[in-house]
């Protein structure tokens, strides 16, 4: 039996006309002879809806039961999809992650998966010609629905891939991974292929055509990912493993991430056990911390900026009322009209100069530099959110993404 894994994103199944270009798609791959297995998301801006329900509906909606509500977009799309195969003529069902079951653990928004029954699938497969599949959400042990955080519909069918032992075909809104997002930067550039390693620090940074854990699922079972379009019938991009030709390349992509916020905490002493007291709290209560700086001390005081994600700062801020207190700080300062841009490229590990080329690109527009970190494949400086599409395509120019010879 030969299995494809299909995904399709929400504007894919935004409405019926874009629902049979799904159909299209999918009846393609059964003309080919592959059984196919389609994770859908919801469609597009419904879960954003779902979201803003809750926080109106609740002071402080549980997270268990955000989950139950928000994951409800994706059984819609699944079973529309399933009706339309049907009067394709094809046999088809829908299936949710509780009927897979795809087994997560109880971490609510953001669930992990922990592992999917590949024989009930098999079986399934062997009865069905095509499965329409809820992406995006999950089960617990004690049967309580999850999701798997935003655009985690790409993480579901690459898991899935990865369990039945077969390629996945991400379909979306654009034709494939491009040196940048091509709706900011029109000299953006589409790459035929691109390593796991670059594909997931573009993804971390924010490059949100493929969720950060869809390419670790992707990298730790090398399930071939081939990023593609909906709507044409150009092929897109494979995420790969890294050959020869990929290592040349000094920078391969920038990326920005708008989901950052800034926080400072004025004043406090410069003594052993304060960073730890502050960033135990936000660890333990699920909060990702990422760019961190501390300034030099001045009489024994300093201050600590850290970002966080925007959807985190309310509980960081809860939880620095009690730290400020508690370390003799002087005030705590946020601040949300920040972003993250960064470069990225394999090919930085050998070479020098990078990050000078980065910070003298971004002075030449004026654009001041908030916090900065780096890695070894990545540069990301932290400015204000005013200067993001500026920032990103300056960069992109700086590095000569827009061409096609890109060597260091
Ligand atoms: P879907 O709903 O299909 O999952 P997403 O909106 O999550 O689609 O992801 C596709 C979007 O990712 C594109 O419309 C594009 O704006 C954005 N994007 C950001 N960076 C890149 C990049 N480097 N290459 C391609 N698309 C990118
Ligand atoms: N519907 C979810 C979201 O909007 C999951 C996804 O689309 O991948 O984040
Ligand atoms: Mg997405």
């Given at each position: 039996?030969r299995?494809?894994?299909?995904?399709?994103?929400?504007?894919?199944?935004?409405?019926?006309?874009c629902?049979?270009?799904?159909r299209?798609?999918t009846?393609?791959?059964r003309?080919?002879?592959?059984k196919?297995?389609?994770?859908?998301?919801?469609?597009?801006?419904?879960?954003?809806?779902?979201l803003?329900l809750a926080?109106?509906?609740?002071?402080?909606?549980?997270?268990?039961?955000?989950?139950?509500?928000?994951s409800?977009?994706?059984?819609?799309?699944?079973?529309?999809f399933?009706?339309?195969?049907?009067?394709a003529?094809?046999?088809?069902?829908?299936?949710?992650g509780?009927?897979i079951p795809?087994?997560?653990?109880?971490?609510?928004?953001?669930a992990r998966?922990?592992?999917?029954?590949?024989?009930?699938?098999?079986?399934?497969?062997?009865?069905?010609?095509v499965?329409?599949?809820?992406?995006?959400?999950g089960?617990?042990?004690?049967n309580?629905?999850?999701?798997?955080?935003?655009?985690?519909?790409?993480?579901?069918?690459?898991?899935l891939?990865?369990?039945l032992?077969?390629?996945?075909?991400?379909y979306?809104?654009?034709?494939?991974?491009?040196?940048?997002?091509?709706?900011?930067?029109?000299?953006?550039?589409?790459?035929?292929?691109?390593?796991?390693?670059?594909m997931?620090e573009?993804?971390?940074?924010?490059?949100?055509?493929?969720?950060?854990?869809?390419?670790e699922?992707?990298?730790?079972?090398k399930?071939?990912?081939?990023?593609?379009?909906?709507?044409?019938?150009?092929?897109?991009t494979?995420?790969?493993?890294e050959?020869s030709?990929?290592?040349a390349?000094?920078?391969?992509?920038?990326a920005?991430d708008?989901?950052?916020a800034?926080?400072?905490?004025?004043?406090?002493?410069?003594?052993?056990?304060?960073a730890?007291?502050?960033f135990?709290?936000?660890?333990?209560?699920?909060?990702?911390v990422?760019?961190?700086?501390?300034?030099?001390?001045?009489?024994?005081?300093t201050?600590?900026t850290?970002?966080?994600?925007?959807?985190?700062?309310?509980k960081?801020?809860?939880?620095?009322e009690?730290?400020?207190?508690?370390?003799?700080?002087?005030?705590?300062?946020?601040d949300?009209?920040v972003?993250?841009?960064?470069a990225?490229?394999?090919?930085?590990?050998?070479?020098?100069?990078?990050?000078?080329k980065?910070?003298?690109?971004?002075?030449?527009?004026n654009?001041?530099?908030l916090?900065?970190?780096?890695s070894?494949?990545?540069?990301t400086?932290?400015?204000?959110?005013?200067?993001?599409?500026?920032?990103?395509?300056?960069l992109?120019?700086a590095?000569?993404?827009?061409k096609?010879?890109?060597l260091?």
């Open positions: 039996m299995i494809l894994v299909q995904k399709f994103g929400g504007t894919s199944v935004a409405n019926l006309e629902m049979k270009q799904v299209e798609k009846l393609a791959a003309a080919k002879g592959y196919v297995l389609v994770v859908l998301s919801a469609r597009s801006g419904e879960t954003n809806r779902l803003t926080d109106e509906w609740s002071r402080d909606p549980e997270a268990a039961e955000v989950d139950a509500l928000i409800t977009g994706e059984q819609v799309s699944v079973a529309l399933a009706m339309l195969m049907k009067d003529g094809v046999k088809a069902r829908s299936l949710l509780f009927q795809m087994r997560t653990d109880n971490a609510f928004g953001k998966i922990l592992g999917i029954d590949n024989e009930k699938l098999t079986a399934m497969l062997e009865e069905y010609d499965l329409s599949v809820a992406g995006f959400q089960i617990t042990d004690d309580r629905i999850t999701t798997l955080g935003r655009g985690g519909s790409d993480t579901s069918a690459v898991a891939a990865a369990a032992g077969c390629e996945c075909e991400i979306t809104d654009v034709d494939g991974v491009y040196t940048t997002d091509p709706n900011m930067c029109s000299t953006a550039r589409k790459m035929d292929r691109v390593s796991y390693d670059e997931l573009m993804a971390s940074m924010g490059a949100k055509v493929l969720q950060i854990r869809s390419v699922f992707a990298k730790k079972y399930v071939p990912v081939h990023v593609r379009s909906t709507f044409t019938d150009t092929p897109g494979l995420v790969t493993q050959d030709t990929m290592e390349v000094l920078v391969s992509g920038i920005y708008k989901d950052q800034r926080v400072t905490l004025r004043d406090v002493p410069d003594v052993p056990g304060v730890s007291r502050l135990g709290p936000l660890a333990d209560s699920g909060v990702v990422d760019m961190i700086v501390q300034n030099p001390s001045r009489n024994g005081r201050d600590m850290f970002t966080v994600p925007r959807g985190d700062l309310k960081t801020l809860t939880l620095m009690d730290i400020q207190k508690e370390v003799n700080a002087a005030e705590v300062l946020h949300l009209h972003c993250k841009v960064s990225i490229g394999v090919g930085m590990r050998n070479h020098s100069g990078v990050a000078a980065a910070f003298e690109a971004l002075r030449s527009m654009i001041n530099i916090m900065i970190s780096t070894e494949i990545k540069i400086c932290l400015i204000e959110e005013k200067f993001t599409e500026l920032a990103v395509r300056t992109h120019d590095f000569g993404l827009d096609d010879s890109m260091g």
